[in-house]
């Protein structure tokens, strides 16, 4: 089983940037890949970045070009960087393991507002 710790997530204003963190733990071995999703009240969760083991991207349409997503091996943790928030980037934004077990973390809120 795989944990996985999300931090970074907070209020900003439309136009900032925050960066999300996910720290995975366990059993390490198992992952192919890591990924943020996120949720909004009413809607569906959606994937919006992920990153292979190998390194390989890709992300949603929605938010190409304003949001980077990077890995540390050596630190078994994922980042997303976030610039050009918009009022419906707001959500709440959960870290995924693609491989055997597929964990999810606990969420971060982000919230863009003025």
């Known amino acids: 089983q795989v944990q996985l710790v999300e931090s970074g997530g907070g209020l900003v204003q439309p136009g900032g940037s925050l960066r999300l963190s996910c720290a995975a733990s366990g059993s390490i071995f198992s992952i192919n890949g890591l990924g943020w999703y996120r949720q909004a009240p009413g809607k569906q969760r959606e994937l919006v970045a992920r990153?292979?083991?190998?390194?390989?991207?890709n992300y949603a349409d929605s938010v190409k070009g304003r949001f980077t997503i990077s890995g540390d091996n050596a630190k078994n943790t994922v980042y997303l960087q976030m610039n050009s928030l918009k009022p419906e980037d707001t959500a709440v934004y959960y870290c995924?393991?693609?491989?055997?077990?597929?964990?999810w973390g606990q969420g971060t809120q982000v919230t863009v507002s003025s």
């Open positions: 990153i292979t083991t190998g390194g390989r991207t």
């Open positions: 995924h393991q693609f491989g055997p077990g597929g964990s």
